[in-house]
């Protein structure tokens, strides 16, 4: 039905920079908010941004001024633009979207996740 995969995920040391991208695929109307979740070791999965379609976006106040989420509505991509890492942004990061399928209506979806490892 859909998918959401995940890519940009990596190793990088401290103060360093990644950039998540998240595409979705498969019957899809339209896409709702979408927004970037992590998941670190014995913790449970917290909110990390998230996007409205009409562009409106809210971030944890652990990234506020570090990281930026972005949305590509033609491609149905989200993005996660990551600055100044630290260890404590190791995690799993996991995509998510409000979908509206085609028979089915509006419904979640989860990416994969992929692994943010911050460490010298």
């Known amino acids: 039905q859909v998918q959401l995969v995940e890519s940009g995920g990596g190793l990088v040391q401290p103060g360093g920079s990644l950039r998540l991208s998240c595409a979705a695929s498969?019957?899809?109307?339209?896409?709702?908010?979408m927004g970037w979740y992590r998941q670190a070791p014995g913790k449970q999965r917290d909110v990390v941004a998230t996007i409205t379609s009409g562009g409106s976006k809210d971030y944890a106040d652990s990234v506020k001024g570090r990281f930026t989420i972005s949305r590509d509505n033609a491609n149905n991509t989200v993005f996660l633009q990551m600055n100044s890492l630290s260890p404590e942004d190791t995690a799993v990061y996991y995509c998510k979207a409000e979908v509206l399928v085609i028979l089915i209506g509006r419904k979640n979806y989860w990416g994969q996740g992929t692994q943010v490892t911050v460490s010298s």
């Open positions: 498969g019957v899809i109307v339209s896409l709702g908010t």
